[in-house]
C-alpha cells in the first residue's frame, strides 16, 4: 500500500525538514524536500507506551481476543502506535490463560497499534510499598518457578517490575537478564547500595520513577540517588499529579530526555476526562486528575498524546526532545525499529496540525486512525 504526505515538517537526524513523504508498505519509499511553508502539518514517530494497564473500557487483563483487538485500535485512535499490554500482580501460574489469550489474537494481522510485548508488574514487589496493588496479590520469589515460567512465556514478556531486596531478588533479575527479558525496579525498598547491587545484577530501567519508593532525603543516599547516578531509563508518569511540575521539569533536566520514557499508567477507565470526585466504582474515585483506589494515588487517565502535548505546549521542550521521551526511548528499549524518519526507515507515523491535534495514524503502512 503506498500512502502520500504532502507539505508536512518532520524531524530527521535531529534537524527540522520540510517536505513530502512517500510510504510504501511501513517504510519510507522517497522524501522530496521543499520550502516549508506557514501552520504546515507535522509528522513524527508514532507513540509507545511500555507502561499501560488498558484503555477506554478495556482491561490488559482480559482473556476475550475480541476486547485484546478492540485495545490496540482504541491505542490507535490516540497515536500510540507500540504498546506493551502491563499486568498486575497474581501467581505466575494465573497469568498463563492471559499470555495465551495474547498470543493467539496478536499471532497474524490485526488492526490499530502493535502489541511488542508484555509487560508484568509484579508479582515479585514490595508490600511495604504496595500501595494501591492488593497485597495478598504479591508473592515470594521461587527461583525454581521462575525459571520454568519463563521457559514457556519469555518470548512473550518484555518488562518485569519486581522489587529486588525481596530474598532472592537479585537472582531473579539475573536470571530475567539472561532470558532476555528487562527487570525494572519498582514499588521497592531498596537502599543506596542495594540498588547499586540490583543494577549490577542485570537492573535496566525503573518502573514510574518517583512513585512507591522512598522519598528524597538529603541527609542519606537512597534509591532515587542511586538510579539518577546510573544510566537507567525511568519511566516517568506525565500527568503532574503522579510527579508534580516543578518537580517534573528538573527531573528531566537532571536525567536527560535521552532517559526519560514517558508512560500513561493508565487503566480501563483512561480516556475519558471526569469531574472531580466522580465515583467510578466502588473503591475507585477521580480526584486531583487522578484515580484513586482507596484512598491510594492509582493510575491515570491521561495518555501518551496528553504527555506529549504537555512537554510541548506546557513545559515548552523542544520538539525532538518530546518525540524521544514519548516515542523513540521505549522504541528502542522493546525494538520498534520505528526510531526517526529518513528514507528506508520503519514508518509508524502521526500526521498533526499546528496546534497538535490527530489528523491521521499509519500503523503498519495502513491507516489507523
Avoid at 9 to 25: A, K, N, P, V
Avoid at 151 to 169: A, W
Avoid at 172 to 179: G, I
Avoid at 183 to 210: F, P
Wanted: overall charge negative.
Amino acid at each position: 500500500m503506498k500512502i502520500t504526505i504532502n507539505n508536512v515538517r518532520f524531524m530527521s537526524q535531529g534537524t527540522m525538514c520540510f517536505g513530502d513523504l512517500y510510504i510504501q508498505d511501513g517504510f519510507v519509499e522517497r522524501i522530496d524536500y521543499k520550502t516549508p511553508k506557514p501552520y504546515s502539518d507535522i509528522a513524527i514517530n508514532g507513540f509507545v507506551d511500555i507502561h499501560t494497564h488498558g484503555f477506554r473500557g478495556i482491561s490488559c487483563e482480559t482473556a476475550d481476543i475480541d476486547a485484546l483487538h478492540q485495545l490496540a485500535i482504541q491505542y490507535a485512535k490516540r497515536g500510540t502506535v507500540a504498546f506493551l499490554a502491563t499486568l498486575d500482580p497474581m501467581p505466575l501460574k494465573d497469568y498463563e490463560i492471559i499470555l495465551q489469550k495474547y498470543r493467539e489474537a496478536f499471532k497474524g494481522d490485526y488492526l490499530g497499534a502493535r502489541f511488542c510485548g508484555i509487560h508484568l508488574e509484579g508479582p515479585f514487589l514490595n508490600p511495604k510499598r504496595a500501595n494501591d496493588i492488593d497485597i495478598t496479590a504479591l508473592q515470594p520469589i521461587d527461583l525454581k518457578e521462575l525459571e520454568h515460567f519463563l521457559f514457556h512465556y519469555s518470548d512473550l514478556i518484555k518488562i518485569m517490575s519486581i522489587s529486588p531486596e525481596l530474598e532472592h531478588g537479585l537472582e531473579a533479575v539475573a536470571m530475567l537478564k539472561r532470558f532476555g527479558i528487562k527487570a525494572s525496579i519498582a514499588h521497592s525498598e531498596c537502599s543506596y547500595d542495594q540498588t547499586k547491587q540490583a543494577i549490577s545484577a542485570g537492573i535496566s530501567q525503573v518502573t514510574h520513577l518517583c512513585n512507591a519508593m522512598a522519598d528524597f532525603d538529603h541527609h542519606q543516599a537512597g534509591i532515587l540517588d542511586a538510579v539518577i547516578e546510573s544510566d537507567l531509563l525511568c519511566e516517568l508518569n506525565m500527568d503532574g499529579v503522579h510527579i508534580q511540575r516543578p518537580m517534573l521539569k528538573w527531573l528531566i533536566r537532571l536525567l536527560g530526555s535521552h532517559r526519560v520514557m514517558a508512560i500513561s499508567d493508565g487503566s480501563r477507565y483512561s480516556g475519558y476526562d471526569y469531574p472531580q470526585n466522580y465515583q467510578l466504582d466502588a473503591t475507585h474515585v477521580v480526584k486531583n486528575h487522578a484515580i484513586y483506589t482507596n484512598g491510594h494515588l492509582a493510575n491515570s487517565f491521561r495518555d501518551i498524546l496528553d504527555a506529549f502535548r504537555f512537554l510541548h505546549l506546557k513545559l515548552e521542550y523542544p520538539l525532538a526532545d518530546c518525540i524521544a521521551m514519548t516515542s523513540t526511548n521505549a522504541g528502542k528499549l522493546i525494538n520498534t525499529l520505528n526510531y526517526e524518519i529518513g528514507l528506508g526507515k520503519k514508518a509508524d507515523l502521526l500526521v498533526m496540525d499546528h496546534n497538535l491535534e490527530l489528523k491521521d495514524v499509519i500503523i503498519n503502512g495502513k491507516h489507523s486512525l
